[in-house]
């Protein structure tokens, strides 16, 4: 992603144009002044949008940071469907790639992840997630239907072993992320999978 100010197009009227303008505004405070930095009247100021209108819709800080991140992490999934649990997978971890190396993309991801915990703050890191996984999820339930991976694979352990070592790379051990890093990731997560070690026992 490259200039987060900037509101992308999207369908819909004025509504539309009005959330696209309050979330893309609140993406951009959050990229340059992380989540403790970001205010309401800095939203209204930089969107165009009207506190009252911000308030009316959001209910404040907390509804529009969280809305922005749901919606910045649907936008930057690009969940592929080549028909092949391999590659489907290592186009996915580049994708990751792609929005951890970008300067953007970063600098959000690591305001979400790195703000000090609060409820507010996990709320806001367990919405990325959820987002991530309900859209990645169909990659591993089709592997499944079509043999690739045992019956029972939890769909969800490996979308989150796929990604994590990325996310590990990047805010614990500040690693530069490579492409090699990401298809490794998505090789030992296959190899994984088809051994069985994400099947959910049987009852």
């Known amino acids: 992603m490259t200039g987060v100010a900037a509101a992308r197009p999207?369908?819909?009227?004025?509504?539309?144009r009005v959330r696209?303008?309050?979330l893309d505004a609140t993406v951009a405070e959050l990229v340059e002044h992380g989540y403790a930095g970001l205010t309401v009247d800095a939203v209204a100021a930089r969107s165009g949008v009207g506190r009252a209108t911000l308030y009316r819709r959001w209910g404040g800080r907390e509804g529009l940071v969280l809305d922005a991140v749901e919606s910045f992490a649907a936008q930057h999934a690009d969940v592929p469907d080549t028909g092949e649990f391999d590659r489907d997978l290592r186009?996915?971890?580049r994708t990751i790639l792609r929005m951890l190396t970008d300067r953007d993309s970063v600098a959000l991801v690591r305001a979400v992840f790195g703000a000090p915990d609060s409820p507010a703050v996990v709320r806001l890191r367990h919405g990325f997630w959820r987002t991530r996984l309900a859209l990645a999820r169909p990659l591993a339930e089709r592997a499944e239907q079509r043999g690739d991976v045992p019956p029972g694979t939890d769909a969800e352990e490996v979308i989150r072993h796929a990604g994590a070592p990325l996310y590990y790379r990047l805010l614990v051990l500040a690693e530069p992320l490579t492409v090699e890093a990401a298809d490794l990731a998505a090789a030992v997560t296959v190899a994984a999978a088809r051994a069985g070690v994400f099947a959910l026992p049987r009852p």
């Open 10 to 16: 999207r369908p819909g009227g004025r509504t539309a």
């Open 91 to 93: 186009m996915w971890t």
């Open 20 to 22: 696209a303008a309050a």
